[in-house]
């Protein structure tokens, strides 16, 4: 079946870039998502992007596609203390469903 | 505007009594997924709604869980015979035309 994994733990100073990475199988996923779960709480859409770009820059999240190597990275700007939270990334293949990782937990430092 | 909604956020049972859990989703949306996020882990997809029919039920893990959306809206997940083993947080999801994907807070179930 499908797989997406993520390194567990990535720890940045405030103010510095932070970059999660993901890879994947599917190579059928038509779009690649990435989401924000703070403690408690539901799960927040960030992002995505559709299969055929390379890159998406909404405000401070860039998302970069590697699509040859299967490989996904969401970069945030200027990371603040409010970006700690756990950061899945997911893929959207057959049947419309979508495929998580184990997520990474983000802990930004002052 | 409202997002996707659960009720009730929390629900502890007892080992084998049956449980519903309900969703709300965005207005106009016509797709709908149910999730199951066990601790530390990814959610996992369990079922998924275009309008009144399961598209996908692939995700189900066993004929205790079955799932309904009579009126193409609001869907109710449904657990016979509950197990300690279903203890998770089960999250629903809408999307109007299956890009973005919004989840509900979530219900946690504890099973005890």
């Known amino acids: 079946g499908e797989d997406v994994e993520q390194s567990l733990f990535l720890s940045v100073r405030e103010g510095d870039s932070s970059v999660i990475n993901c890879t994947y199988t599917?190579?059928?996923?038509?779009?690649l998502y990435w989401y924000k779960q703070e403690p408690g709480a539901g799960l927040q859409l960030l992002t995505y992007?559709?299969?055929?770009?390379d890159m998406k820059q909404d405000q401070r999240l860039t998302v970069l596609l590697n699509k040859k190597d299967k490989h996904l990275s969401l970069r945030i700007a200027d990371t603040q203390t409010g970006d700690s939270a756990i950061y899945f990334c997911?893929?959207?293949?057959?049947?419309?469903?979508?495929?998580f990782g184990t997520g990474t937990q983000l802990k930004v430092e002052l | 505007g409202a997002g996707v909604s659960q009720t009730p956020s929390n629900k502890v049972t007892e080992k084998g009594k049956y449980v519903e859990l309900r969703c709300d989703p965005i207005s106009g949306h016509t797709a709908l997924y149910w999730y199951r996020q066990s601790l530390g882990q990814g959610p996992e997809f369990l079922i998924y709604f275009q309008g009144t029919g399961a598209a996908d039920d692939s995700g189900l893990p066993n004929d205790r869980f079955f799932a309904v959306r009579p009126e193409g809206s609001v869907s109710t997940l449904k657990i016979q015979r509950t197990e300690r083993g279903d203890s998770a947080v089960y999250l629903c999801a809408s999307s109007l035309d299956g890009t973005g994907k919004f989840f509900g807070p979530g219900t946690r179930l504890t099973v005890l």
């Open positions: 997911a893929t959207g293949g057959g049947g419309n469903k979508l495929t």
């Open positions: 599917d190579s059928s996923s038509t779009y």
């Open positions: 992007i559709f299969s055929n770009m």
